[in-house]
Nanobody, 120 residues
Framework: QVQLVESGGGLVQAGGSLRLSCVAS????????MGWYRQAPGKQRELVAV??????????KYADSVKGRFTISRDNGKNTVYLQMNSLKPEDTAVYYC???????????WGQGTQVTVSS
């Protein structure tokens, strides 16, 4: 069974940076997209950033609230996706989850989550 393991969360002051990593325990064939989601207390899980293939083109998409501050990247050879978070704000405080998705059949793999806390 494939496991996704996140790391890099922690406590940081507003304006600071963190880099999250998510590595799969083994290679997953036909992964089309890798992404990061977050869930703050009392709120629904929301998409933060995703990196995916459209044909041979790699595309990224970000939530409006993180555009210009967060960068998603991946290393396919290492089965790893990263999220570089800069200029962090208290409202970025949440549990961050990574997600790998296969299109056919549609299969989602989730990490266990890593806490990010931004103090003001």
């Amino acid at each position: 069974q494939v496991q996704l393991v996140e790391s890099g969360g922690g406590l940081v002051q507003a304006g600071g940076s963190l880099r999250l990593s998510c590595v799969a325990s083994k290679t997953i064939s036909s992964i089309n997209s890798m992404g990061w989601y977050r869930q703050a207390p009392g709120k629904q899980r929301e998409l933060v950033a995703v990196i995916f293939n459209v044909g041979i083109t790699t595309t990224t998409k970000y939530a409006d609230s993180v555009k210009g501050r967060f960068t998603i990247s991946r290393d396919n050879g290492k089965n790893t996706v990263y999220l570089q978070m800069n200029s962090l704000k208290p409202e970025d405080t949440a549990v961050y989850y990574c997600n790998f998705q296969k299109p056919l059949p549609l299969t989602n793999y989730w990490g266990q989550g890593t806490q990010v806390t931004v103090s003001s």
